[in-house]
């Protein structure tokens, strides 16, 4: 396994269009999160799965924004719509269940809305 | 909610000298705790955790000890050097199943 892959690595989209993003988790994680990250500032949280189920999604998510984990394995987020606002590394990580594991981070998806 | 609160950065030192970086926190009960390292052009990738209080992480000649009574869990390393540069992140993992990233701290050691 060659860890968490995430795909594509750059994005540049026009504003009001709609972008997906794929993520690959390591094959036996049965958690998978997606956080945003923009620049000088850490990740932020948005939503996270165990297996096919969408645990818990940021209060701070846009309705613009869905994920999905269909089969418990690779992932994709949506945005639709999109907004000069939403131009941010968009980053993928997967993990065991448990408080003390580490979780494992994708290369992110840059995305930039013009 | 849960927070990190991180020393500001940029931190610029000189080989072989004496890191500090501090991070306190606020979330409920006992969570474990991590720093993770964002390397220039990397992802980022787990540089040491502690599970309970008074439990020292180590790595790469980096330290960090839980303390519960401060809520703190401060990163250090004796003698810092050039491939030590990149931004380093202290997150907690809270009560709903995830990691709450700090602001991160970038560091630059110089030659």
């Known amino acids: 396994d060659t860890g968490v892959s995430q795909d594509p690595r750059h994005k540049i989209t026009k504003r009001g269009q709609n972008v997906t993003f794929r993520c690959d988790p390591i094959?036996?994680?049965?958690?998978l999160y997606w956080y945003r990250q923009t620049l000088g500032q850490g990740p932020e949280f948005l939503t996270y799965f165990q297996n096919e189920a969408q645990l818990e999604k940021s209060r701070l998510l846009s309705d613009r924004f869905s994920a999905e984990r269909p089969k418990g394995s690779f992932s994709t987020l949506e945005i639709q719509r999109t907004e000069q606002g939403d131009s941010a590394m968009y980053l993928c990580?997967?993990?065991?269940?448990?408080?003390?594991?580490?979780?494992?981070f994708g290369q992110g998806t840059r995305l930039t809305v013009v | 909610g849960d927070s990190v609160t991180q020393m500001e950065g940029p931190v610029t030192l000189s080989e072989e000298a004496f890191l500090t970086i501090n991070c306190t926190y606020t979330a409920t009960g006992y969570p474990s705790l991590f720093w993770y390292v964002q390397y220039p052009g990397e992802g980022l990738q787990l540089l040491l955790k502690a599970t309970k209080a008074d439990d020292k992480g180590s790595n790469k000649g980096f330290e960090a000890t839980y303390r519960k009574e401060t809520t703190s869990f401060h990163l250090e390393k004796g003698s810092v050097q050039v491939s030590d540069s990149a931004v380093y992140f202290c997150a907690p993992y809270n009560q709903g199943g995830k990691l709450i990233f700090g602001q991160g701290t970038e560091l630059s050691v110089k030659p």
């Open positions: 990580a997967s993990s065991l269940q448990g408080p003390n594991t580490e979780a494992f």
């Open positions: 094959s036996e994680h049965n958690r």
